[in-house]
C-alpha cells in the first residue's frame, strides 16, 4: 500500500537471531499499529501507538519483542532472540482519520521465517 | 464479550455468479464495522465501512453491505464476481470508545472460471 512501506518483505533467519522490522509511514500519521497473522491465531494485534507514545503493549507477546517509533515517520519491531513460533507475517498499519471509524491502512508486510 | 464471526472458512462460486459473504458480530456499543479485502502476498485494503446513516454502504470493486442491526450482520455482497475477487475477506468490529478493531478469522474465497 503507497501509505505505508515495509521492509524487508521477506526475512528469513536462525532461531536465536536478531530480528528488526521496519515501517515507514507517510509523514503526519501519529497513530500506528503492529499485528502479526498466522494461520493458527489470525490477527492479532501487538502493539499501538499514538502521537509516537506505546499506548498499548499488551499484545506483545513477551520480552523478546520490544517496538519503538522514535518519530512519525518511522517504527521498528525488533524481536531478539528469535524462535520458530515467531514466524509469521507481520503487518504495520494506520488509522486512515482521526477518529476510529475511518479505518486502517496496512502495509503489505513482512514474512518472517525463523528456521 | 466483543466478538465477530465469519461462518464460513471456504466458498467457491463461478465466475459472473453473485456473491454473499457472511459476518456475525457481537457487541455492546453501536458498532463500525468493515470489510477487509486481502490478497496473496498483501496487506489487508479496506473494502467498505458502516458507522452511521445509511445501512446499505457501497464500496470500491463493486462490493456493498449491508448492516442489520436486528441479526447482528453485516454480510458482504457483489453481484457478479470477477476471477480476480478470488482472495481472502476479513470482517471487522470496532466502536467509538476504543482503538481496537477485532477481526474475523477470514472467509477465503475461490472463483472458477
Known amino acids: 500500500d503507497a501509505g505505508v512501506i515495509q521492509s524487508p518483505r521477506h526475512e528469513v533467519t536462525e532461531m536465536g537471531q536478531e530480528v528488526t522490522l521496519r515501517c515507514k509511514p507517510i509523514?503526519?500519521?501519529?497513530?500506528l499499529f503492529w499485528y502479526r497473522q498466522t494461520m493458527m491465531r489470525g490477527l492479532e494485534l501487538l502493539i499501538y501507538?499514538?502521537?509516537?507514545?506505546?499506548?498499548?503493549d499488551s499484545g506483545m507477546p513477551e520480552d523478546r519483542f520490544s517496538a519503538k517509533m522514535p518519530n512519525a515517520s518511522f517504527s521498528t519491531l525488533k524481536i531478539q532472540p528469535s524462535e520458530p513460533r515467531d514466524s509469521a507475517v507481520y503487518f504495520c498499519?494506520?488509522?486512515?482519520?482521526?477518529?476510529?471509524?475511518?479505518?486502517?491502512?496496512f502495509g503489505s508486510g513482512t514474512r518472517l521465517t525463523v528456521v | 464479550a466483543q466478538s465477530v464471526t465469519q461462518p464460513d472458512i471456504h466458498i467457491t462460486v463461478s465466475e459472473g455468479a453473485s456473491l454473499e459473504l457472511r459476518c456475525n458480530y457481537s457487541?455492546?456499543?453501536?458498532?463500525?464495522l468493515f470489510w477487509y479485502v486481502q490478497s496473496p502476498g498483501q496487506g489487508l485494503q479496506l473494502l467498505l465501512k458502516?458507522?452511521?446513516?445509511?445501512?446499505l454502504v457501497q464500496g470500491i470493486k463493486g462490493f456493498e453491505a449491508e448492516f442489520k442491526r436486528s441479526q447482528s450482520s453485516f454480510n458482504l455482497r457483489k453481484p457478479s464476481v470477477h476471477w480476480s475477487d478470488a482472495a481472502e475477506y476479513f470482517c471487522?468490529?470496532?466502536?467509538?470508545?476504543?482503538?481496537?478493531?477485532?477481526f474475523g478469522t477470514g472467509t477465503r474465497l475461490k472463483v472458477l472460471a
Open positions: 458502516y458507522f452511521s446513516g445509511d445501512t
Open positions: 457487541y455492546g456499543a453501536t458498532p463500525y
Open positions: 471487522a468490529v470496532g466502536a467509538s470508545g476504543t482503538y481496537k478493531y477485532i
Open positions: 501507538f499514538n502521537n509516537n507514545v506505546p499506548i498499548d
Open positions: 498499519a494506520l488509522k486512515q482519520g482521526p477518529m476510529n471509524h475511518y479505518g486502517y491502512t
Open positions: 509523514s503526519g500519521h501519529n497513530s
